[in-house]
């Protein structure tokens, strides 16, 4: 069955620290990984993934993937408290290729 | 101007009931979605509708009957609520099939 799991569930930090969030898969005939926030309503697209190794930035909102080891992580740099949200990960797996299985996010909490 | 639109924002009913939630994208994406995100903001999967023709149908009650007037629409029917579909509904476009997914703004449904 394909499934993505994110870790950790759960994180609260400072403003200012830095976070890295993790996201590891196993899909069938995997061809790319999708990062998402949800605020209080839609989740808006961050990042989408397909090589191996290829950083993609968005100004302190970093992310990598690492097609050996199955898994993706996504890096906030100086964090603000507009950063709070739910982190999601998606694959598309081989079967539906029209469908994202969504991890079950990561609830980052920044504090001032 | 809204890209992906769902009405109504909130919905509570009585078990039993039957009731519809409409959306609409003004994308010119092929492809739309309902996923349902459960309390523990779990995204899933229930129907993907490409130019108008049903592709994924993911184990989803038959109670639940999407319906796709034109490619631009996606409603969805429930049938018979049960305290179980207490969720937020999420209709979604995309213009690849596994690519970013545009969101509305999410349906909440509260069955009592």
């Known amino acids: 069955e394909d499934k993505v799991v994110q870790s950790p569930l759960s994180l609260v930090v400072h403003e200012g620290d830095t976070v890295t969030l993790n996201c590891s898969y196993e899909?069938?005939?995997?061809?790319?990984l999708l990062w998402y926030k949800q605020e209080k309503k839609a989740p808006t697209f961050l990042f989408m993934l397909?090589?191996?190794?290829i950083e993609k930035k968005s100004g302190r909102l970093s992310s990598i993937l690492d097609k050996k080891e199955l898994f993706s992580i996504l890096n906030i740099t100086a964090t603000q408290t507009g950063d709070s949200a739910v982190y999601l990960c998606?694959?598309?797996?081989?079967?539906?290729?029209?469908?994202?299985?969504f991890g079950q996010g990561t609830r980052l909490t920044i504090n001032p | 101007d809204t890209a992906v639109s769902q009405t109504p924002k909130y919905l509570v009913t009585q078990m039993g009931n039957d009731k519809s939630i409409k959306c609409e994208q003004n994308?010119?994406?092929?492809?739309m979605y309902w996923y349902k995100q459960d309390s523990k903001k779990f995204l899933k999967i229930m129907f993907s509708y490409n130019n108008k023709e049903l592709i994924i149908n993911e184990t989803v009650p038959n109670r639940f009957s999407p319906k796709s007037p034109d490619k631009a629409h996606l409603n969805l029917h429930i049938n018979s609520l049960e305290l179980g579909d207490s969720a937020v509904y999420f209709c979604?476009?995309?213009?690849?099939?596994?690519?970013?997914?545009?969101f509305g703004e999410g349906s909440r449904l509260t069955v009592l």
């Open positions: 899909v069938t005939n995997f061809r790319s």
């Open positions: 979604a476009s995309s213009k690849v099939v596994g690519g970013e997914l545009f």
């Open positions: 998606a694959a598309p797996p081989l079967q539906g290729a029209q469908k994202l299985v």
């Open positions: 994308l010119g994406h092929d492809t």
């Open positions: 397909t090589s191996s190794g």
